[in-house]
């Protein structure tokens, strides 16, 4: 493709674009359990209406925009004080939960600079069902992962477990309330005060649950605690543009105080430019995000967002107990909110997926660990709610016509994966993926025998082939 000579009109412009989205799933008829959170329309319009209000705004220079300054501080006061924080919390609004644990670790590195200086190379205590954000942030900051397995019934962190990994190394305990995998809620109580006890900080991960799990404690339901009424806990993130139904590219990150908040944040005067303070990773970016935020939390409220948590957990059950029901099919751990994964002891739910993914439902896969087997993850939002029973009743069909299907040649995955280990160069691999469907440049259809494959390789070797794979998509 070359820049057209002359350009299009707009018109022309955005016939083309909205041709290019039909070879997409289907979210808005709510088929897409995972990735898109969707509230109603009057709610959506709104959000749209003031990120493009905000669009051209730049977050660069709050002297030149006051108005986006005073946007992030009631957008970041709103979700401080619905997360139990005092007037000490201070913090930012980021472009994606990623960006706040990024953030949150790179705080706590330069935190332990400071005030742990013998520490030459910083690590940080996690559990396995952790957000891979964390591993991101680790190899992006030079921090050390230190993994932990978690309970294999509950899929809580193992927080013995956690206690015996922490060195004089260790700078940082990670919880998540909940993990986004299996939506079980870490035992957080337990963790900051094992972070109190040996000095060191401790990030919740609230990114998905953060806004959601407060709205269905103000419903009355048992919910674990895991926010700053902790005093063990130092940091928390939550996402804007998950369960807060606002537009991608927010999230906040907050800090029990300015102090440790003060390390997250970067200057320079060092240039012939201009002078760049930056609190976030980013530079210049767009306010949209920010005022789409603003929008969502005045615009639904307490009481919008208390209905739409009503409503979707009251789905989610249904779906839940209606997944028990099919024969074949268990739920992992304890869910304590929206999102959960669920196994099969008979069939391959790679296949599954693909089956429902032809019938136009999108559920995640999800790879095997030591102590778990692989599932599919179900996010139920409330675009999605009003479909639990018709997808209840695909999922049954799918689950009879994958356990009827003729099963892959189990010596198949068998043999690439012995003649990966064998010679596990990047020509070899890409020969031997290439027919089982992963060719360089083209997005895969079918998934389950690619799945199947990069499951059952070491990860540091699959992680090389999604990498490669990607390196040659665009
Ligand atoms: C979604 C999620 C993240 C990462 O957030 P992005 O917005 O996708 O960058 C991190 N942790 C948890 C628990 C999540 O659910």
Same mark, same amino acid.
Not at 450 to 470: G, H, K, Q, S, T
């Given at each position: ?5 002359? $350009? ?33 329309? @009057? ?15 730049? %977050?660069?220079?709050? @002297? ?95 927080? /013995? ?20 995998? #299996? ?11 094992? &972070? ?5 900080? %401790?990030?919740?991960?609230? %990114?998905?649950? $953060?806004?959601?799990? *407060? ?11 895991? !926010? ?8 928390? *993130? ?56 603003? &929008? ?17 957990? /009251? ?52 790879? *095997? @660990? ?27 069909? %799918?689950?009879?016509?994958?356990? #009827? ?17 064998? !010679? ?27 799945? !199947? ?22």
């Amino acid at each position: 493709m070359t820049i057209p000579p002359i $350009g299009m009109t707009p018109d022309e412009i955005m016939a083309t674009l909205r041709s290019f989205k039909t070879h997409d799933m289907d979210w808005q008829s709510g088929r897409v359990f995972a990735y898109v959170y969707q509230p109603d329309e @009057t709610a959506a319009a709104v959000v749209r209406d003031a990120y493009m209000l905000y669009l051209t705004e730049n %977050c660069l220079d709050p @002297t030149t925009f006051p108005s986006i300054a005073q946007l992030e501080r009631d957008v970041v006061h709103m979700i401080a004080g619905l997360l139990q924080g005092d007037a000490q919390v201070a913090g930012n609004v980021t472009g994606g939960g990623t960006e706040s644990i990024l953030l949150a670790v790179k705080a706590a590195r330069d935190w332990a600079r400071a005030h742990r200086p013998h520490i030459a190379q910083p690590e940080m205590v996690l559990s396995r069902t952790a957000h891979a954000a964390f591993h991101k942030a680790a190899h992006y900051f030079g921090v050390k992962p230190v993994v932990v397995a978690f309970d294999p019934a509950t899929f809580e962190a193992d927080v /013995a477990a956690m206690r015996a990994a922490i060195t004089d190394n260790t700078i940082l305990l990670v919880a998540s309330a909940p993990c986004y995998s #299996q939506g079980v809620v870490d035992p957080v109580p337990a963790i900051a005060s094992l &972070a109190q006890e040996y000095g060191l900080l %401790c990030h919740v991960d609230a %990114c998905v649950g $953060g806004i959601y799990l *407060s709205f269905l404690r103000k419903l009355g339901y048992a919910v674990p605690p895991f !926010d700053f009424s902790i005093p063990g806990v130092t940091s928390l *993130s939550v996402d804007m543009h998950k369960y807060g139904y606002s537009a991608k590219g927010a999230s906040v990150i907050l800090y029990r105080d300015r102090a440790l908040r003060r390390y997250q944040m970067f200057a320079s005067t060092d240039t012939t430019g201009y002078t760049l303070i930056n609190p976030t990773v980013l530079s210049s970016r767009s306010a949209g995000p920010i005022a789409g935020a603003w &929008a969502i939390l005045h615009h639904l409220g307490e009481a919008g967002y208390r209905e739409i948590v009503a409503t979707v957990q /009251a789905a989610t059950e249904r779906l839940i107990a209606g997944i028990r029901a099919i024969d074949g099919l268990f739920v992992l751990g304890q869910p304590a909110m929206s999102m959960f994964s669920f196994a099969s002891n008979d069939i391959n739910v790679f296949h599954l997926a693909d089956a429902l993914r032809r019938r136009g439902w999108f559920l995640q896969p999800q790879f *095997s @660990t030591p102590l778990s087997p692989r599932n599919l993850h179900v996010s139920v939002t409330y675009g999605v709610a009003h479909n639990v029973e018709a997808l209840l009743a695909d999922l049954a069909a %799918c689950v009879d016509e994958v356990r #009827q299907a003729p099963p892959t040649d189990p010596t198949l995955i068998q043999t690439l994966v012995s003649a990966i280990a064998r !010679d596990p160069s990047p020509a070899t691999i890409t020969e031997l993926m290439a027919t089982i469907g992963l060719q360089p440049g083209r997005l895969p259809q079918e998934m389950a025998v690619i799945n !199947d494959v990069l499951d059952a390789l070491p990860d540091a070797v699959a992680n090389e082939i999604v990498i490669d794979f990607f390196n040659n998509l665009y």
